[in-house]
């Protein structure tokens, strides 16, 4: 069986897609073949006669092998808002993006899928990230937005992946705040506080370093 990853993040803006795109450099310094998956985009703009969303394209541009925009990001939505907002005419759908992510495990060793928003973010009306997560039954990488508030954040976030039922591989710390205070000390504090490895700090930068970050990953 091909292995995969479920991206998760402790809020939007937490830098799911930085570590993702890290991810998949870090697994093909390995030598596996990788593709990533963003299911589920708002804020998406034109390009082509479609709707795309930057985010799924840097995925799509980090992937070992070509992958169809459109098997990444099978729902792109215009309006920056919540996908069960801006897809009110056209709603998510587990069993498409399921579709998809089997036919994606068909072309790499390794599939990630980044969520979108948090862990209980709604997809559509009556399901959200969570649920979505549990569709695919991959084990869980949650990326924690390192900056004030993070460690109620990781503790929640850890918390919901555990209820849900699945397996929490691990953490990412994405040190989105240039100025936070005693930052090594907060991650310290999530580290003790979440039964799950820490695997790996991303300083802060203003332009991301992919390869660079990959360098900082360890036992994935």
Known sequence: MNKGYFITGTDTGAGKTWATIALMHYFRQQGKTVVGMKPVAAGCVMRQ????????????????VPVDYRLINPYAYELPVSPHLAGRHNPVKLDTVLAGFTRLQALADIVLVEGAGGWYAPVNQQEDI?????????????????????????????????????????????????????????????????????????PYLECADFRFFAEQLDGV
């Open 130 to 202: 969570s649920d979505l997560a549990k569709t695919l039954a991959l084990p869980v990488i949650i990326v924690v937005a390192i900056r004030l508030g993070c460690i109620n954040h990781a503790k929640l976030t850890y918390q919901a992946v555990r209820h849900s039922g699945l397996n929490c591989a691990g953490w990412i710390a994405m040190c989105t705040d240039a100025g936070m205070l005693m930052r090594e000390e907060n991650i310290q504090t999530i580290k003790t506080a979440l039964d799950t490895p820490l695997l790996g700090v991303l």
């Open 49 to 64: 006669g479609q709707l795309q969303n930057d985010d799924a394209l840097l995925i799509q541009q980090a992937a070992s």
